[in-house]
């Protein structure tokens, strides 16, 4: 059964009755899926892309950056973006959200995370065996003949972004060396496709964080789980197109909420 919808805005009474029912729910839970999205990494320092003034896709036109036609047509204003991005990475932290998870993950063996962020901080607070939806920056590969490639030397970051640097060459045919993410227009990695459905099809709740729900098919997961049978929480601190779906919209960001689902934030005394 399907609980009445509610929301909770930061650690007030509200947020705390949601800590408690998403507590016991998560206790009862047999497999639970995580699904992340850009948000979850804001509070490290990396931008999302939708959202604000500092949101890639405010700054940066996506045509011109994020398709395999763009590095096509520029492969070096292309190269050069993806550098400053990977520098941003490299510089920014995991935060108390991305460790909460992985604790979680510790206490419950069946949880599946499944992120769509292409950076490496939930590896780096300790989580294994993630899903990623959209590919990983720092997995380079050919864009020719598909032989990975050796991580770059990556420039000093608060810097802008260079306009123009021409990307490696592969060792192997001397085409283009790209970043490993999916771009606009490119299907998804198929084996990550496949265990991130699986794992909607078989959790009892889905756990929606950071995510504006606008990216297909990644939208379509807590769609997915609550077709069969799971709740569906979202813990983001505005509305997006999946809180219809929720049972439960936490409005609060990921630092804020996640530490006080496992008890890691003294605010709960927990
Ligand atoms: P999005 O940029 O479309 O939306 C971000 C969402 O996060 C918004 O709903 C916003 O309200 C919410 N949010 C902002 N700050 C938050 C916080 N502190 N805590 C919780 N939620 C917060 O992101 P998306 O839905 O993941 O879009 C998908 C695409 O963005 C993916 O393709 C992904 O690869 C890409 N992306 C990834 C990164 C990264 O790897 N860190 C960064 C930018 C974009
Ligand atoms: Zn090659």
New binding site residues.
């Given amino acids: 059964m399907q609980q009445g919808k509610s929301s909770a805005t930061g650690v007030n009474a509200d947020a705390l009755a949601a800590v408690a029912r998403l507590r016991t729910w998560l206790d009862g839970a047999r497999r639970c899926l995580v699904l992340t ?7 490290s320092g ?6 604000g003034d500092q ?2 896709w405010t700054r940066f036109d996506p045509a011109r950056l994020a398709t395999p036609e763009a590095f096509a047509a520029d492969p070096d204003l292309v190269w050069a973006w993806y550098l400053w991005r990977m520098a941003g990475v490299r510089a920014a932290t995991p935060h108390a959200g991305h460790r909460a998870l992985a604790d979680l993950a510790a206490r419950q063996p069946g949880l599946a995370l499944v992120t ?4 490496d901080l939930h590896e780096r607070a300790g989580s294994t065996g993630v899903v990623h939806l ?1 590919g990983e920056l720092f997995a380079l590969r050919c864009a020719a003949c598909a032989a990975p490639a050796p991580p770059p030397t990556l420039p000093a970051t608060g810097v802008a972004p260079a306009l123009r640097q021409p990307p490696p060459r592969c060792h192997r045919c001397g085409g283009a060396v790209r970043p490993g993410v999916v771009w606009f227009g490119e299907a998804l990695p198929e084996a990550a496709w496949q265990a991130a459905e699986s794992a909607a099809r078989a959790c009892d709740l889905a756990l929606v ?7 297909h098919p990644a939208a379509a997961l807590p769609a997915i789980a609550r077709r069969h049978g799971a709740r569906v929480v979202e ?4 509305p ?1 197109a999946l809180s219809a779906q929720a049972d439960l919209c936490w409005r609060a ?3 804020q909420a996640l530490p006080l689902l496992t008890g890691a934030s003294a605010e709960l005394g927990g």
């Fill in positions: 999205g850009a948000g979850m990494s804001a509070e990396i931008a999302p892309f939708r959202g949101a890639l769509q962020n292409v950076d959209h964080v950071g995510t504006s729900g606008l990216v813990i983001n601190p505005a997006t960001t990921a630092a």
